[in-house]
């Protein structure tokens, strides 16, 4: 009795036993939860694995994608492609890596990538005996174009660009350089959005100043992917009005030469009053003299009257004596 208790102790553990290890042991399809992200005309790896790893040789694999009718992108089964069970979209333009298929990799090498090829594409072992034989992977095409710059308004110093592009992923950055590879900087920062299709479109702009040939580049870059577009410009000189320096000198000698003016105006005016404070104390220097000159005269007249009097009254009184001692005169009349 106690015996066959135990064996059927062992037996029921036994089986959670190789439950547990056939459901850790159990291969499943891997594939990748980031999007993959290619340009038009790229060639581009679509990963897909098995993992733990086993061949896939003696596998089914089936790539497909949503939305696509008949929906096989490629088909291996039997040890061999099967072009004849493809959508003709893809034919010629799909392979699975053999060697790799050995080490249970199914990734799946798609080349010329379309504008329609993005989507989600199914990775589909059919025979491996799993719950997990699918994996979706989504698939981004950027259809990258080259910035368009266009020439927004002459200002009274420097001339506005403007650089557009669009069809990019993920979200690219905009950098304006002049002829000697620096960096300018833009007028506030790029605006960015998103079309229909998620693909991102960048606007920037920038003012520039008159340089030796005003050549200007607008580059939309995705470092982390290293994708780089870039366009040049070149600006005609007759449409910088005025440089910034030529603007400041000219502002300076307007200034100077308002300065000028003030001081010459002040000068005039101070000399002008000047001489009329000298005029004016001439005048009055002439007007004393003149009464002075009078006062002498009506003196001499006087005198010159008086001593007739004295002559007349007093014959002892010389004319001369009256003329200088006139006040007394009349006090000897
Ligand atoms: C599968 O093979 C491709 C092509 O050789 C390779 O780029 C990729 O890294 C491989 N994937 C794995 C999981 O080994
Ligand atoms: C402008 O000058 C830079 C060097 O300063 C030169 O590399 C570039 O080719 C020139 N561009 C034009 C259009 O002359």
């Known amino acids: 009795m106690n015996i066959l208790d135990g ?13 547990i290890t056939t459901g850790l042991s159990q291969t499943v399809v891997v594939g990748q939860k980031e999007p993959v992200v290619a340009l038009v005309g790229d060639d581009v790896i679509l990963p897909c694995s098995l993992s733990p790893s086993i061949s896939a040789e003696d596998q089914t694999v089936e790539w497909q994608r949503t939305g696509l009718d008949p929906k ?9 492609d099967q072009p004849d069970v493809q959508n003709p979209l893809y034919w010629e333009r799909t392979s699975l890596f053999k060697e790799e298929l050995r080490k249970g990799n199914m990734s799946l090498l798609l080349t010329g990538v379309k504008p329609t090829d993005a989507g989600y594409f199914t990775c589909f072992v059919p025979t491996l005996k799993s719950t997990v034989k699918k994996s979706v992977l989504k698939l981004i095409v950027g259809a990258v174009s080259q910035p368009v710059i266009s020439i927004v308004v002459s200002k009274d110093y420097g001339v506005v660009l403007r650089c557009d592009s669009g069809g990019w992923y993920p979200e690219p950055e905009m950098i304006w350089l002049d002829s000697d590879g620096t960096v300018l900087p833009a007028d506030g920062p790029t605006e960015t959005g998103t079309d229909s299709e998620g693909l991102y479109n ?6 520039v100043q008159k340089t030796d040939n005003n050549t200007f580049t607008c580059r939309v870059q995705q470092q982390k992917i290293n994708h780089m577009m870039e366009t040049q410009i070149n600006v005609p000189g007759d449409l910088f009005q005025w440089s910034r320096e030529a603007k400041a000198g000219l502002t300076i000698c307007v200034l100077i030469l308002l300065v000028i003016l003030v001081a010459a105006v002040l000068a005039g005016l101070y000399f002008n009053m000047r001489r009329e404070l000298t005029r004016k104390n001439a005048d009055s220097a002439r007007k004393n003299a003149d009464s002075a000159r009078k006062n002498a005269d009506s003196a001499r007249k006087n005198a010159d ?13 010389e004319p001369s004596d009256c003329y200088l001692m006139y006040s007394d005169c009349n006090l000897t009349v």
């Open 7 to 19: 064996i059927g102790s062992l037996l029921v553990l036994y089986f959670w036993f190789s439950l």
């Open 72 to 80: 096989e992108v490629h088909y291996y089964t039997d040890g061999r």
């Open 202 to 207: 960048a606007r920037g702009h920038v003012t």
């Open 305 to 317: 009257s008086e001593p007739a009097d004295c002559y007349l009254t007093n014959a002892n009184v």
